[in-house]
């Protein structure tokens, strides 16, 4: 069965670099997602995309955070100046078409020391 | 907004036994309703959804109703194993949207 694929599984960063986490969702879906889960709080909403452009952000997506899809596979998310309470487990998901099934990758766990 | 609300954590079970966890939801509209599965060191995965009204999602021997009256999506299974052990999270999606909301999800034990 097909599946969403995150890499790295860990990250472990400064304060203040950039970091980028990485992505290859299902090949025939159209609508890529970020979420996040800060240790012991839910799970969050960050950012979805959709035709090469943000459809939907939260509150939490700032300036800071950016998402490409820079070839015909991958799906990134940038974090470009980390702070400490950045440190979360970042999931990333796809969907064929709104409002369906996201289906999750295993997260990548990013520390920020 | 919209909002998730379920039972808190842990719960702990002895295998056989019956498993109920509560969810419900604040939404304008008819939402689509999701129960997702997190496996230790996994990531989440669909477990079942419905997406009107008095749908029943299952899969695996769970079961969920989407009751709009009570505005709930309880999940339920009748008897559960070992390898069930893992945090189980309710969601929705607002109709016409792409946004999952989470409830804080529930941690579940079974014990042989």
């Known amino acids: 069965e097909p599946e969403v694929t995150q890499t790295p599984s860990h990250q472990v960063t400064q304060m203040g670099q950039e970091v980028i986490l990485r992505c290859v969702p299902i090949?025939?879906?159209?609508?890529f997602y970020w979420y996040r889960q800060i240790l012991g709080q839910k799970v969050e909403f960050l950012v979805s995309f959709y035709n090469n452009e943000i459809s939907e952000k939260s509150e939490i997506f700032d300036d800071q955070f950016s998402v490409e899809r820079p070839d015909g596979s991958n799906f990134t998310l940038k974090i470009r100046s980390t702070k400490l309470e950045d440190s979360a487990m970042y999931f990333c998901?796809?969907?064929?078409?709104?409002?369906?099934?996201?289906?999750f990758g295993d997260g990548t766990r990013l520390s920020i020391l | 907004g919209n909002s998730v609300t379920q039972m808190e954590g842990p719960v702990t079970l002895s295998e056989e036994a019956f498993l109920t966890i509560n969810c419900t939801y604040t939404a304008t509209g008819y939402p689509s309703l999701f129960w997702y599965v997190q496996y230790p060191g996994e990531g989440l995965q669909l477990l079942l959804k419905a997406t009107k009204a008095d749908d029943k999602g299952s899969n695996k021997g769970f079961e969920a109703t989407y009751r709009k009256e009570t505005t709930s999506f309880h999940l339920e299974k009748g008897s559960v194993q070992v390898s069930d052990s893992a945090v189980y999270f309710c969601a929705l999606i607002k109709a016409a949207g792409n946004k999952l909301t989470f409830g804080g999800g529930t941690r579940v034990l079974v014990k042989p």
């Open positions: 090949s025939n879906h159209l609508y």
């Open positions: 998901a796809s969907s064929p078409m709104e409002n369906q099934p996201q289906h």
